[in-house]
């Protein structure tokens, strides 16, 4: 449980988020954002505590179907590896074409000089080491939530945000097996910092148990990133994606947005237009003080599919209506 220290400075931070650039309260209505009118209304949703579910977020107020209930900016973002060059290597939007300029001696891409500003919160001290066997082993596995461990841990020691700032988030349950897993992964993103030769003082914090609750806070919060179709060309490219299931440019993790409860038949949804700048979207009317849910996987599935899925990735059984009704 938490100590009435951690929960004030829990309480504390989520106000400090709901007033941040990373967070947007502010609310739109209709389909584009081209046409959008921007309402500076209060803050239309809340964190508090749910009957069942631990945290959840609600309405302050009426939400209209089909408004943007807020927009929220990435704390930690990574690349998929199979899209390593062609997508923003900060915010995962897609390279335009071939040979477009903005690629660093490194060969990663940047969509924008402030893409490229930005990424020197943990860019400076990654291009210091040498990544292809960390990078290896997590695609020969099929893990992403290691090379987000290692960009965190780059943005730590380069001062750009504090070690524990994800901790304000949910872990997930560890069996002994992904622990075992977990050490080995460890050991190797330690040992490309100790050849990159980082200072010791500067890794204080990366330790063992540091890395276990990061990944386990991840593995139940991170998103994983689809961008809406642009063009016929990334229509024609998404569709091969999925073909290979390898549709997702990258994974990244939210803090406020890591708050929403799930439902198989929601009242919310996430979009990504075209980067990791995330937008809640409201699927129906909400009623204020009604709790704002997500489905996390694919709501088309069968009830047994879902339960299975939810049980061993998210670690709950779902009670929503529709699973309660065998729907």
């Known amino acids: 449980m938490l100590t009435a220290v951690t929960r004030r400075h829990a309480t504390q931070y989520l106000r400090h988020l709901l007033s941040s650039r990373i967070f947007s309260t502010d609310t739109s209505t209709g389909i584009s954002d081209k046409s ?7 803050p239309p949703i809340k964190i508090a505590h749910t009957s069942s579910a631990g945290r959840g977020v609600f309405a302050t107020r009426a939400i209209t179907s089909g408004d943007t209930i807020h927009s929220a900016k990435p704390l930690v973002t990574h690349p998929s590896l199979s899209r390593l060059h062609e997508v923003c290597y900060y915010c995962l939007r897609r390279k335009k074409k071939k040979g477009e300029e903005g690629v660093d001696p490194n ?12 990424s020197l919160a943990f860019h400076e001290v990654e291009s210091r080491g040498d990544w292809s066997v960390l990078n290896e082993y997590c ?34 349950s560890l069996h002994k097996e992904m622990l075992l897993e977990m050490e080995d992964e460890y050991k190797l993103l330690r040992g490309s910092f100790k050849k990159a030769s980082i200072a010791d003082e500067s890794m204080t914090f990366l330790s063992k148990e540091w890395y276990i609750n990061v990944l386990a ?16 060309e990334d229509l024609l490219a998404s569709a091969v994606a999925l073909v290979g299931d390898d549709a997702a440019v990258g994974n990244a993790v939210y803090i406020v947005s890591s708050f ?6 929601p009242n919310a949804h996430i979009v990504w237009v075209d980067s990791a700048d995330a937008k809640m979207k409201a699927l129906r009317h909400i009623e204020e003080g009604e709790e704002l849910r997500i489905c996390y996987i694919d709501a088309s599935m069968d009830v047994e599919a879902r339960q299975k899925i939810l049980l061993e990735g998210f670690g709950f059984h779902c009670n929503c209506l529709r699973c309660l009704y065998g729907e």
């Open 107 to 118: 060969g990663y891409y940047f969509c924008s000089d402030g893409c490229r500003e930005k």
């Open 217 to 232: 806070r991840l593995r139940v919060n991170a998103f994983r990133i689809e961008l809406a179709c642009g063009s016929y």
């Open 36 to 42: 959008d009118p921007v309402r500076s209304d209060p």
């Open 139 to 172: 695609r020969d596995r099929g893990l992403k939530y290691p090379l987000m461990v290692k960009r965190l841990a780059c943005m730590v020691m380069g001062g750009a945000v504090a070690s524990d700032c994800l901790d304000i988030l949910q872990p997930a």
């Open 260 to 265: 929403y409860n799930h439902d198989c038949d």
